[in-house]
């Protein structure tokens, strides 16, 4: 499956994002997406995560009550709605894919796109 990460960008502390993650290739339903973010000199985190039905979904604590995660099977598109956003979230976010369960490990995904840089001004 490919992945397309979209919708970064400059806002200011306490805006909103939303950025989509579009899947192409194969059978989208079948595959949890994670939602992960690298800022420079620090190793990948898990952000949130949806499983494959969309009725299980989790957070990293940093996130918790800001940010929400989504998919709409039909588009074959994932969102995180990114709200109250801080310097601290900036990073380059990227979306990845596995099968059924949405993991915090990023090396248990198997796809990732190309990552969206988020920047958020103080």
């Known amino acids: 499956v490919q992945l397309q990460a979209s919708g970064g960008g400059l806002v200011q502390a306490g805006g909103s994002l939303r950025l989509s993650c579009v899947a192409s290739?194969?059978?989208?339903?079948?595959?949890?997406i994670g939602w992960f973010r690298q800022a420079p000199g620090k190793d990948r985190e898990f952000v949130a995560g949806?499983?494959?039905?969309?009725?299980?979904?989790n957070y990293a604590d940093s996130v918790k009550g800001r940010f929400t995660i989504s998919r709409d099977n039909a588009k074959n598109t994932v969102y995180l709605q990114m709200n109250s956003l801080k310097p601290d979230d900036t990073a380059v976010y990227y979306c990845?894919?596995?099968?059924?369960?949405?993991?915090?490990?990023?090396?248990?995904?198997?796809?990732w796109g190309q990552g969206t840089q988020v920047t958020v001004s103080s």
């Open positions: 290739g194969r059978t989208f339903d079948n595959y949890a």
């Open positions: 949806i499983n494959w039905t969309g009725g299980t979904t």
């Open positions: 990845a894919a596995r099968s059924w369960r949405a993991l915090t490990d990023p090396h248990e995904y198997d796809y």
